[in-house]
């Protein structure tokens, strides 16, 4: 069975500094990994996802991920975070055939002005 | 955005009440979730359906029942509603086997408080 763990349940970063957020999976094949984001209030927008070729996966609000096999990672990266930012963010992972996601539990980034 | 409603999207009720959530979808997917969300613990699935009158267990479905009549709407029912299922429910859906990664797409949520 698929497993996720976010080990960072809260970041706070300046705002233009540099941001990475932590996944870690557990699955024996190749999984498919996502990345959601959840502003206050608000439902998971997807934000990017990786199912197969290129490990550098770029999504939308300047993010981006890479797929790391050797490490079972795919963490979240943006140069310079906006105040926009702030949020909590939920990584994901599915297996071909199984239909269902597993989530992380999250990790809330705040951003210092 | 996906077609995704959720209702209704505050609901506060009384412990030993039933309780329907509905979720309506305009995108024709035949694939349906619904998640519970607690501090903590991320997002936990309830209960998905693969197609009318099809649907399955999740981690968490005990307390939960769920039915599918039309591939737009997907309700859950808290038969008897307890203090531990105050929580936030999301309805999500995909394209799956159409997209076969199964990117989920989420509604807004039903904030749910149980007195």
């Known amino acids: 069975a698929q497993s996720v763990t976010q080990p960072d349940i809260h970041i706070t970063v300046s705002e233009g500094a540099s941001l990475e957020l932590r996944c870690n999976y557990s699955?024996?094949?190749?999984?498919?990994l996502f990345w959601y984001v959840q502003s206050p209030g608000q439902g998971l927008q997807l934000l990017l996802k990786?199912?197969?070729?290129?490990?550098l996966v770029q999504g939308i609000k300047g993010f981006e991920a890479e797929f790391k096999r050797s490490q079972s990672s795919f963490n979240l990266r943006k140069p310079s975070v906006h105040w926009s930012d702030a949020a909590e963010y939920f990584c994901?992972?599915?297996?071909?055939?199984?239909?269902?996601?597993?989530f992380g539990q999250g990790t809330r980034l705040t951003i210092n002005p | 955005d996906a077609g995704i409603t959720q209702s209704p999207r505050h609901k506060v009720t009384e412990t030993g009440t039933p309780v329907t959530l509905r979720c309506h979808q305009t995108?024709?997917?035949?694939?349906m979730y619904w998640y519970r969300q607690d501090p903590g613990h991320g997002l936990r699935l309830i209960h998905y359906?693969?197609?009318?009158?099809?649907?399955d267990k999740g981690e968490v479905s005990d307390g939960y029942s769920v039915s599918r009549s039309k591939t737009e709407d997907f309700l859950l029912t808290l038969e008897s509603a307890t203090s531990s299922q105050t929580s936030v429910y999301f309805c999500?859906?995909?394209?799956?086997?159409?997209?076969?990664?199964?990117?989920?797409?989420f509604g807004p949520g039903t904030r749910l408080t149980v007195l």
């Open positions: 990786y199912f197969s070729g290129d490990t």
């Open positions: 359906s693969y197609g009318v009158k099809d649907t």
């Open positions: 699955y024996g094949a190749t999984p498919y």
């Open positions: 995108e024709n997917h035949r694939y």
């Open positions: 999500a859906i995909s394209a799956f086997p159409r997209d076969r990664t199964d990117t989920q797409y």
């Open positions: 994901a992972v599915g297996a071909e055939g199984a239909q269902k996601l597993v």
